[in-house]
């Protein structure tokens, strides 16, 4: 019996599978004596500038960058780059 989902089908099989998305800000290293030490209130200083760009990551990998926009009283991000995917190298 032939299968009925056509080549151009297959994409839509997965288009409503949930993936991670993620935005992040900046990064730092730390000690574990100041991770320990972390209390309410503690400021983190961050590897990015204000003007900088945040990165936008799906499953842990980035796909674009854009910038930190307040909607109503909720955190979103303006999207300003999409960064080209390549395919993975296919291993001999």
Do not use: F, H, W
Not at 53 to 78: F, H, Q, S, T, W
């Amino acid at each position: 019996m032939a299968d009925s989902t056509t080549q151009n089908d297959k994409p839509d099989l997965i288009m409503d599978i949930p993936v991670g998305l993620s935005v992040e800000l900046g990064r730092t290293q730390m000690a574990v004596r100041d991770v320990m030490n972390l209390a309410p209130g503690t400021v983190i200083e961050l590897d990015k500038q204000v003007e900088e760009p945040v990165d936008l990551y799906v499953n842990g990998c980035l796909i674009g960058r854009g910038e930190v926009v307040v909607v109503d009283d909720a955190l979103g991000i303006k999207i300003t780059e999409l960064i080209e995917q390549k395919p993975p190298i296919p291993s001999a």
